[in-house]
């Protein structure tokens, strides 16, 4: 089985700065992709950034800029810097990986953290 740990989260000012993390244990063969979504109360859940195992990294328009994703391949661990903090950026950040646990499956598995929160106000 695969577990995702979720740290970072916090209540932070306007034009402040937090650090998530997400780090993966158990049985991991290989990692496939590496994502950060968020859910505000009331709205869905949308992607906020992602990378790719290639390295390839994409953002949702409203953190372009301030946000940045990285990993580490020998920790299976992914981060989200967020940087200028806005009020609108307060939501539950949730990571989401898609992984190969053995190396006979055909196709990755997802599995996602318990979620973080991220409160920005002053």
């Known amino acids: 089985q695969v577990q995702l740990v979720e740290a970072g989260g916090g209540l932070v000012q306007p034009g402040g700065s937090l650090r998530l993390s997400c780090a993966a244990s158990g049985n991991i063969f290989r990692i496939n992709y590496m994502g950060w979504y968020r859910q505000a109360p009331g709205k869905q859940r949308e992607l906020v950034a992602q990378?790719?195992?290639?390295?390839?990294?994409n953002y949702a328009d409203s953190v372009k800029g301030r946000f940045t994703i990285s990993r580490d391949n020998a920790k299976n661990t992914v981060y989200l810097q967020m940087n200028s903090l806005k009020p609108e950026d307060t939501a539950v950040y949730y990571c989401s990986f898609r992984l190969y646990t053995t190396i006979v499956d055909i196709v990755p598995k997802e599995y996602w953290g318990q979620g973080t929160q991220v409160t920005v106000s002053s």
């Open positions: 990378i790719f195992s290639g390295g390839s990294r």
